[in-house]
């Protein structure tokens, strides 16, 4: 196994499962909706997993893909990267010099990332109802509440979920079945501007630029890579610093 390229592929990349939906390049193809690739791509049999041994490279493989995520590769530069696997695995000459190429990997990914950032925001900001804030923060109201709208200063109970560009999901309190309270000055700049415009039982989806999510630091050992865009799913169950007290 070459897990010497694996493991570089990885530190160049990021932190393994970094995931970033396609974007359009001048030097590619748009990739097609992942919905569409789904109908488009052959059905394949069922794959028996019958030994720990084949487990274990069937997730190596699953491992390796989520390495090269970041990429946003389309179907066809897919092909190429398994031509690339298959030459190496085989001994056949390469077509290029790896070497030369390999400092170009992570210049690719961030070009990327940066256009499906522009295009995400885009197509967030069509949505039936959004608002973009001053920041650039996105709002749209999922279900009115009926409650009180909270404060900067206030500590609010939320409940959410969020997801990377391509819909994976890298946080949810719904799967921990237990609401989060936190000051809500005291979170990324996304969720302050946004959730002062919910209230109390209301449901609201926001999409944060990476200047108003985490930037170039995201939370260490997460799946967000530097610069994300990230939605987040937010419901406010409740305002424990209750407004009403000080209106």
């Known amino acids: 196994m070459r897990m010497q390229w694996k493991a570089a592929l990885v530190l160049m990349l990021g932190a393994p499962g970094l995931a970033l939906a396609q ?7 748009p990739a097609a909706a992942p919905e569409a690739a789904a109908k488009a791509a052959p059905a394949q ?4 997993l019958k030994t720990d041994e084949q487990k274990t490279i069937y997730a190596l493989g699953i491992s390796l893909g989520q390495s090269v995520t970041a990429l946003a590769l389309t179907p066809e530069e897919v092909q190429v990267l398994q031509r690339g696997l298959q030459d190496s695995l085989s001994g056949t000459a390469p077509a290029v010099d790896a ?7 992570q210049a690719l990914a961030k070009a990327r990332q940066s256009q499906v950032n522009i295009a995400t925001l885009d197509r967030a900001s069509k949505e039936p109802g959004a608002t973009r804030l001053p920041s650039g923060v996105i709002y749209r109201e ?10 900067a200063i206030d500590t609010v109970k939320v409940h959410y979920q969020g997801t990377l560009v391509d819909g994976t999901e890298f946080d949810s309190s719904y799967k921990r ?4 309270e936190f000051p809500l000055n005291g ?3 996304c969720w302050t501007q946004g959730v002062q415009k919910m209230k ?3 449901k609201a989806k926001l999409t944060c630029p990476g200047s108003t999510a985490y930037g170039e630091r995201p939370p260490p050992g997460s799946r967000i890579p530097p610069n994300a865009v990230l939605t987040f799913d937010v419901e406010l169950v409740d305002i424990p610093g209750n407004t009403a007290a000080t209106p």
């Open 187 to 189: 979170v990324i700049p």
């Open 99 to 105: 070497k030369e190429f390999t400092p170009k990997i």
């Open 142 to 151: 999922l279900k009115a509440g009926t409650g009180k709208s909270p404060r």
């Open 177 to 180: 079945g237990l609401a989060v």
């Open 200 to 202: 109390v039982g209301g």
């Open 45 to 48: 049999a069922p794959l028996e």
């Open 23 to 29: 974007a359009p390049t001048k030097t590619s193809k």
